[in-house]
Nanobody, 117 residues
Framework: QVQLVESGGGLVQAGGSLVLACAAS????????MGWYRQAPGKQRELVAA???????NYADSVKGRFTISRDSAKNTVYLQMNGLKFEDTAVYYC???????????WGKGTLVTVSA
């Protein structure tokens, strides 16, 4: 089992920045990729960004150039730096971990990001 604990959500004005963090613990040797999905009210959950153990990254088109995903392997933590936030970025952001790509074996509980217009 892997446990994921997110932090860093909150309220920010449009154009502002936030950093989300996701710390993994437990059987982390089973994980080859971590990242973030988000779900806005009334919408499906969508992939935001992902990073593999060899630091390959993948981003949704809507966040390219604004969001950056990174990882600190020593701390088993993945970060999502979000700049130039827009109202439409408002959502619950879920950390995930899995065997590779977008496959999800574990979810975090989610952290709310609210961007005021």
């Amino acid at each position: 089992q892997v446990q994921l604990v997110e932090s860093g959500g909150g309220l920010v004005q449009a154009g502002g920045s936030l950093v989300l963090a996701c710390a993994a613990s437990g059987s982390i040797f089973t994980i080859n990729a971590m990242g973030w999905y988000r779900q806005a009210p009334g919408k499906q959950r969508e992939l935001v960004a992902a990073i593999t153990n060899n630091r390959r990254t993948n981003y949704a088109d809507s966040v390219k150039g604004r969001f950056t995903i990174s990882r600190d392997s020593a701390k088993n933590t993945v970060y999502l730096q979000m700049n130039g936030l827009k109202f439409e970025d408002t959502a619950v952001y879920y950390c995930y971990a899995g065997p590779g790509g977008n496959a999800v074996d574990y979810w975090g509980k989610g952290t709310l990001v609210t961007v005021s217009a």
